[in-house]
């Protein structure tokens, strides 16, 4: 009697959750037929449904404008979507570029994204950027707006108009084994951006891009990123902060197991030299190894690009507790380690330990102003602490 409940009991279960194949609405995998349609459909019927609902995309190609998926009538706490195909952009940039994102998600609770991939067709928009015409900012290629418990896995994000992956006033999110991709000359493409967000964990990203392979923005917090494989692009940046003279801060970062290879930037921190309220703490950078990149370890107070919006001013921005441990690999310039803090807030606590970068095979040498902070075990290039 006993084994026959438990059998009833994993047959009820199992049989509960509900699968709407987007093909059931009339989306066509010929990558030519826009789907937006049938995908927002299949969205409503697994937000009415009142248990764990997977929507499912066969392989194949499926073209989609602009989609919001929207939380705010959503009665489902445990959607998942189930990739096996390519979501793909109008080819013409300025059908998604103007709005903010291309697949939007806001307010929900739940949702899980696994497989598939993601391609935005972003290179005309770079293409006109880069020319110095006018051209329209782009759409973010996939965006979570104040949503909760949310895992993407096993997603690939090709050619972004803009940043590939935005996680805004989120808790508890889950990024695994994503795979990012676009033109190393592709600008404002970040790979992953985290901002007003707690409880983020990043693991195992393979990011390369032609700005931040993982940006970190205004509240964020209790933020984990390992094991991350970053190149081209322009590495990991805290920043840029300080824009706003009310602007939330950024704590408890990490950064462990990461490879920089050939990037602008490996860890930095950057804040506009403007006044602010703003602060970066408890921050770590842990096993990292850097190949060939031009600004290993740098904190940039004094960002004010062509001096315009910020002249003669300095950062607001206080930068406390920021350790760097087992950081080792070369540097593509002379200057490995740059400290270039903030004259009226001072950097403090910040903590080198077990550093060694070198300059073609010889040291390096590292640059201070502004700064506090201690060295030890071995440190190379010298500490100017």
Not at 112 to 130: E, R, V
Not at 282 to 304: A, E, G, K, R
């Amino acid at each position: 009697m006993i084994q026959i409940l438990i059998i009833l009991t994993l047959f009820c279960s199992s049989s509960a959750e509900t699968t709407y194949n987007v093909q059931s609405f009339g989306a066509k995998s010929d990558g030519k037929s826009d789907c937006t349609k049938a995908f927002l459909s299949a969205w409503g019927a697994a937000c009415a449904a009142m248990s764990p609902a997977t929507i499912y995309v066969p392989q194949g190609t499926y073209l989609l404008g602009n989609a919001y998926f929207a939380g705010k009538l959503c009665k489902n706490t445990a959607i998942t979507i189930r990739i096996e195909g390519t979501l793909v952009a109008p080819s013409d940039y300025n059908a998604i570029a103007k709005s903010e994102s291309w697949l939007k998600f806001e307010g929900v609770t739940g949702v899980s994204i696994f497989g598939g991939t993601l391609d935005a067709q972003g290179s005309q928009l770079w293409a006109c950027k880069n020319s110095g015409n006018a051209c329209p900012k782009g759409a973010t290629s996939l965006a979570f707006y104040n949503s909760n418990n949310i895992m993407i896995s096993g997603l690939t994000s090709l050619n972004s108009q803009m940043f590939h992956v935005l996680i805004d006033g989120c808790n508890n999110a889950n990024l695994v084994n994503m795979k990012i991709s676009a033109d190393g000359n592709s600008p404002n493409t970040d790979g992953i951006h985290v901002e007003k967000s707690s409880g983020v964990t990043i693991m195992n990203p393979d990011v390369g891009t032609g700005d931040d392979c993982v940006s970190i923005g205004p509240g964020a917090s209790n933020l984990w990123i390992e094991n991350l494989a970053c190149g081209p692009g322009h590495g990991v940046s805290i920043g840029s902060l300080g824009w706003d003279s009310q602007e939330a801060g950024v704590q408890n970062v990490t950064v462990k197991t990461a490879t920089f290879s050939g990037t602008e930037n490996g860890v930095r921190v950057k804040t506009w030299a403007r006044p602010s309220n703003g602060f970066v703490r408890n921050v770590l950078f842990q096993h990292v190894v850097m190949s060939n990149v031009q600004n290993p370890i740098i904190i940039d107070q004094n960002y004010c690009p062509n001096h315009e919006s910020c002249p003669n001013q300095a950062s607001g921005v206080k930068i406390s507790d920021v350790t760097y441990q087992d950081i080792h690999g070369t540097s593509a310039t002379q200057v490995a380690v740059n400290f270039d803090c903030s004259k009226t807030r001072p950097c403090t606590g910040i903590t080198l330990d077990e550093v060694n970068l070198t300059y073609k095979d010889k040291p390096a040498t590292a640059s201070c102003a502004n700064a506090g902070g201690t060295a030890a075990g071995v440190v190379e290039p010298t500490s100017c602490l």
